[in-house]
């Protein structure tokens, strides 16, 4: 299944030592002015290569637009085509173990349903997938962003080093990806940027979550019983490379709270309007947005990818190690942040088109 979507549809093609990655938006409105740029820049914050804190992997990531749009940016209503070719390719390192199952990826899996040996960089299970996710969740955060929804995903953790999100200040959050490590506090940042230098010399690797927040969230949002926000969301991260847990506001904390704690109170405003004393549900009730911010998180594990010597299979069944040499990221989850913001970008604009 390569397409994700209802009204909004998008349509992914591509391997991560192919020829390129690519994909078909359809269902966008007509007559939007699009900031090709601003979507180059969203694209660039995904991208390998733009600190020693991630993957050497010098791809540009330029991203051509083949139809769909005028030769201003607007759109026609057509469907949106476009292309990122792979411009660093190097398989040499996957040469030596190219019949060996990496352990944590998803090599056997895929040899176990598709009767192919392990495809360099992971073929079409690489996360170089990602990059057209980021266009299409770029294009909808414009047409979010003129309905004044504010989508801000972040880093909130990154092995034991947590983020108190309860201090984050607006101003953070509007500078995020101004932060090395998408964490948008500066002793957390230094903190994380630390203990990634620090892995990354042992060869080995971290996991981390990544927390977001909506703002100016429409009510009315979901469509109970099976395609509410909340199911949506989780569909929508779990199908995210290296996604492990997705939980919404207070998520499994709340299991060990009364009710009395976990319920969110309510209360008339000063003109009447329906206010909430807390969010322990992040923002939905039923399935359903309640105006309040949504809040969510998701977990990504460590980097399977990691030069220490693991025990594994090879596809003529015989037990050995592996070590995987190459351009791996110390922690896969620093760039999946606009990744997330993408993919709830996405989900919100379908959700929306679905209602006008």
């Given at each position: 299944?390569?397409?994700?979507g209802i009204k909004l549809r998008i349509t992914t093609f591509g391997e991560s030592h192919g020829k390129g990655v690519g994909g078909v938006l359809d269902g966008f409105p007509s007559s939007f002015p ?24 010098r791809e540009l990531d330029e991203v051509e637009f083949l139809s769909g749009l005028l030769e201003d940016g607007t759109t026609t209503g057509a469907p949106i085509a476009f292309f990122v070719p792979n411009t660093d390719v190097d398989s040499s390192a996957y040469e ?261």
């Open positions: 299944m390569n397409q994700f699009l900031d090709l740029e601003r979507i180059q820049e969203f694209l660039s914050y995904r991208r390998p290569g733009f600190s020693s804190l991630v993957s050497t992997r030596e173990i190219q019949t060996l199952f990496r352990p944590s990826h998803a090599d056997f899996t895929y040899f176990i349903k598709y009767k192919l040996k392990p495809q360099p960089g992971g073929g079409r299970s690489s996360a170089r997938e990602t990059a057209v996710r980021c266009i299409a969740g770029a294009i909808a955060l414009q047409w979010l962003a003129k309905k004044g929804i504010k989508i801000y995903s972040y880093i909130s953790q990154v092995g034991n080093i947590s983020l108190d999100e309860d201090t984050i200040t607006e101003q953070a959050l509007h500078e995020i990806y101004s932060y090395p490590t998408r964490c948008p506090s500066q002793s957390c940042d230094e903190k994380i940027q630390q203990a990634l230098q620090q892995i990354a010399k042992e060869g080995d690797s971290l996991g981390g979550v990544v927390s977001t927040r909506v703002k100016n969230m429409p009510t009315g949002i979901g469509e109970p019983l099976y395609d509410k926000l909340s199911s949506r969301l989780g569909y929508a991260m779990l199908s995210i490379n290296a996604t492990k847990g997705f939980e919404i506001g207070d998520g499994f904390s709340i299991a060990s709270m009364r009710g009395s704690e976990a319920n969110d109170a309510m209360e008339l405003g000063p003109d009447g309007e329906i206010l909430f004393k807390s969010n322990h549900a992040g923002g939905i009730l039923g399935g359903i947005s309640t105006g309040q911010d949504l809040t969510f998180r998701v977990a990504f594990k460590p980097t399977p990818s990691i030069s220490l010597p693991q025990h594994t299979v090879s596809i003529d069944r015989e037990n050995t190690t592996i070590q995987t040499i190459g351009r791996h990221d110390p922690a896969v989850v620093i760039r999946a942040v606009p990744v997330v913001e993408a993919m709830t970008a996405l989900v919100l604009t379908d959700f929306l088109l679905q209602m006008d």
